[in-house]
């Protein structure tokens, strides 16, 4: 199995590498498109700004080649947005993968919201034996709405979608690499599930 994680100089790399480490998993990083897609799975992280995130995959053409992938594919945190239509934080255009807007918190509550939360609402094999309310940890100030696309989701104020799904395409706005063991399944079952059982043809509205 061979893992690569997207290195473009925006992802919680080393983290992510020690996750995949406790079960076998010696993960590539990687900018080289000819070695995203040899993948047998890829890791599409993130954290920082959207719109400087963007400039530096379009520094290396990874803007075109992501939605282009064929294999399943994991964007994590910044990454899921990115995967997205477009996000109101520096007015950026997204991948469009998902079309779906990511929109910044606007409720009482503090912004960014840090730390746990439930995810709730399960429904693909990546939370195969992951209970219902499980916690998870999140650091964010936007947030994609609850859509179509959504296999799980968290209540922070509203009601938002905590993991996406379209086709070969994954996203989830937790760090499973900082959520304990059980974060650590959701990234076991990312990598053990049979890449069938992954992709899916259609989701209704995309």
């Known amino acids: 199995m061979k893992v690569v994680i997207i ?24 900018k ?39 294999q399943p594919v994991l964007g994590i945190c910044l990454g899921m947005q990115l ?23 606007d409720n009482a509550l503090k912004v960014p919201q840090i730390g746990w939360n439930q995810i709730e609402e399960l429904q693909s094999p990546l939370f195969r034996g992951v209970p219902e309310k499980s916690y998870m940890y999140l650091v ?12 799980a989701r968290c209540l922070y104020g509203d009601w938002y979608a905590s993991a996406l799904r379209y086709k070969n395409f994954y996203g989830t706005q937790f760090h499973p ?3 304990g063991e059980t974060g650590q399944l959701i990234l076991e079952n990312f ?11 259609n989701n209704t509205g995309n």
């Open 83 to 105: 995967m997205c239509e477009h996000s109101d934080e520096g007015n950026t255009r997204g991948l469009a993968i998902f079309k779906d807007p990511v929109v910044r918190f």
């Open 177 to 179: 690499e900082k959520s």
């Open 7 to 30: 290195d473009y100089g925006a992802g919680n790399i080393q983290s992510l590498k020690f996750a995949f480490q406790r079960f076998g998993i010696e993960a590539e990083l990687s």
């Open 191 to 201: 990598i053990r599930t049979k890449t069938e059982e992954l992709i899916y043809e």
């Open 140 to 151: 964010h100030s936007y947030y994609v709405p609850v859509s179509d696309h959504a296999i």
């Open 32 to 70: 080289n498109p000819e070695v995203v897609s040899s993948a047998d799975r890829v890791i599409f992280p993130g954290v920082g700004e959207a719109s400087s995130a963007m400039l530096k995959l379009k520094e290396t053409g990874l803007d075109r080649l992501i939605p282009e992938l064929t």
